[in-house]
């Protein structure tokens, strides 16, 4: 209830029409107020954690070692984290960098977990809603065209939440080998900024430790490790 007076500004699923808020989960509106908007791409990291953790059997907040990996470094990704509890600053959150819209969680104590994988013919090209992208995105809709962008982009939302299992995506049982828990490393500093960096990170300036962005970059065109 809003008391009189009250300033806090408007949560993100607050600005949303009352008929999408009323479709929409608490947990998902909770996401969205993480993310800071509604859009197709959050709703597929919602979907996927959803259904990751009832495959696997469990309920956010419990005392399960997860961990999260993610193959994509979009929107999604913040549902994700929000809904799994697997976050990046507590170290069980594995970010691969594969452009790919697909989302494992597993169990730490066996290495078994779930991998969701979105449909590829979940966003099916639409010459009509494409072209209105381009005339809103380069600010040359009318209002109009605007408002039934918008629109659509919350009705893409809505559907991707609402799908079943299967038009959503493929779910397939896996085993990962996960890398050890984040151990707790010295520092040295750097010799060139000052400032500390810590030492599995560390190269060599000079003769001396340095950081990352202070070190000199040498390579031919085929090194990995840039
Ligand atoms: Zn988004
Ligand atoms: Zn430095």
């Known amino acids: 209830m809003t008391t009189t007076g009250e300033q806090r500004p408007l949560r993100a699923s607050e600005r949303l029409a009352p008929e999408v808020r009323e479709r929409m989960p608490a947990d998902f509106r909770e996401a969205v107020d993480f993310h800071g908007h509604l859009c197709p791409g959050l709703t597929i ?6 259904i990751a953790m009832e495959r696997l059997g469990v309920k956010r907040g419990t005392d399960e070692d997860l961990v ?25 959150l594995i970010y691969r960098d594969y452009g790919k819209q697909a989302f494992t969680l597993v169990r730490r104590a066996d290495g078994r977990g779930v991998r969701v994988a979105l449909r590829s013919d979940a966003f099916a090209p639409d010459p009509e809603r494409t072209a209105l992208k381009s005339r809103v995105m380069s600010g040359q809709a009318s209002d109009e065209e605007r408002q039934r962008f918008w629109q659509g982009h919350v009705e893409r939302a809505l559907e991707l939440a609402e799908a079943s299992v299967a038009e959503f995506g493929t779910v397939a049982e896996v085993t990962v ?12 500093t750097c010799t060139v900024c000052g400032e500390a960096v810590m030492e599995p990170r560390a190269r060599v300036r000079d003769g001396g430790f340095c950081c990352i962005p202070c070190s000199v970059r040498y390579g031919r065109g085929w090194e990995i490790n840039v």
């Open 68 to 92: 999260g990996i993610v193959e994509t470094d979009a929107c999604g990704i913040d549902a994700f984290q929000y809904l799994t509890g697997c976050t990046l600053g507590k170290g069980n």
């Open 45 to 50: 990291g919602y979907r996927a954690a959803l």
């Open 177 to 188: 080998e996960l890398p050890p828990k984040a151990g707790a490393f010295d520092s040295v």
